[in-house]
DNA sequence: ATCAGTTTGTCAATATTTTAACATAATAAA
DNA sequence: TTTATTATGTTAAAATATTGACAAACTGAT
């Protein structure tokens, strides 16, 4: 099914978009699109949709379009939503607890099995039936459970070395929420920075330009 | 200073993390670098920071490099963060807390100035010294207050008709993080989504093409 | 069964983005 | 001062990404 040659980051980056779309149509009732409504619904070009999934197959049908729940599916598994992958958070503030308790990963590819945090003071406590666990118990946890990816709500200042740390542990991917670029430092390994800041500054550009 | 043509927006997204590496090596202590430098440490080529940088203006010199803390002040005001713009949030639930708690906004070129919510049981509680307010005061407190911004936090749901509401209310920019593309519905206004799902997916891809 | 109308997958053309090359100008050392 | 070195701003080339065009294939109505 998959096309060997590996695909631009610009598709992959389209398909979560294309996966949220094919599910709200998908629960208003329909089960058809063409490529030309579905473009028109996202805001793109038809070509650009059927260029997109032509990287992975052949998922329509002439004078037809494609059957949105099979499609849905089919970039799920792409994706790789299928098999969840296990997931640890380390740090517990507002951030840290804000997703752990906010977010459905399970439906995102991941289970979130670990949460632990320095703070004396929160360990112990439970969030969605976690206990917080010292950063002393990382290790072992890491060998018994064999978490794939972390989840960093640190504070800068310990970005590097947590993920250090994680890489010798195994880890193969980070969620970094951290003002920090990881990506720069460890080559290979798999990194999905969250700037906060950069997008607001980026939407504080833009507001001045609609106003000058 | 600025050039007049408009700036493609690949340039633009780069912007914030060139002004967060020059604060980084500022606080580092240095005070010059040059194109070549910088793209080592952030793994890009030094072409392209030169050719983003122009732009904008001249900045650096030749045989020298840039001035560290003058190319950081000039990228700021590129971003506009000098003049602080009024924002809002909607939605006290975690994500929205976590923000408002967690995020210092001032910085990136935003001042917080309301927080509102549906839920009466939150109503009244106070976060960072300002008061949760119920969504019926939203309509007064906008006339009043003229906030440039809002950021959204609250179901999926809700997502279409806030959004219509508040640009009615003259808001000109959203930082969205809820799993609904505003973008498709108010052209013109300017959005920024934070699809934290979309980024999860992402990973999810990327840490499966590394085992297979 | 036939035929007009759709819509895909793909190839080719266009547009955009990134990288490389280099003339020019400043630095820093002799 | 002179000269070798450094490093910019800018132009040109290469690489990517997006869009347009169309033959082939299916639908659905007659």
């Known amino acids: 099914m998959n096309k060997s040659r590996s695909v631009s980051s610009s598709v992959i980056k389209r398909l979560p978009r294309y996966h949220r779309f094919l599910g709200d149509l998908r629960s208003k009732g329909m089960y058809r699109i063409s490529s ?96 917080i666990h010292s950063m002393e118990r990382l290790d072992e946890f890491c060998r018994e459970n064999k978490p794939d990816m972390a989840i960093l709500c640190i504070p800068r200042s310990a970005a590097h070395d947590v993920a250090d740390t994680l890489v010798k542990l195994g880890i193969k991917g980070f969620w970094n929420f951290t003002h920090y670029d990881l990506s720069v430092d460890f080559p290979g390994i798999c990194v999905e920075n ?19």
């Open 194 to 212: 969250v700037h906060l800041s950069d997008s607001l500054m980026t939407l504080c550009y833009n507001i001045n330009r609609i106003d000058n």
């Open 36 to 131: 030309k409504e579905l473009s028109e619904r996202m805001g793109l070009t038809a070509s650009q949709i059927r260029q997109d999934l032509n990287c992975f197959g052949e998922f329509g049908q002439q004078g037809y379009g494609y059957n949105i729940e099979l499609l849905q599916e089919e970039i799920g598994k792409i994706l790789g939503l299928n098999s969840p992958k296990r997931a640890i958070l380390i740090g517990a503030g507002h951030m840290g607890k804000a997703l752990a308790m906010h977010f459905d990963m399970t439906s995102k590819g991941f289970d979130l099995i670990g949460i632990f945090d320095v703070k004396p003071s929160l360990c112990g406590q439970t969030v969605r039936d976690l206990p």
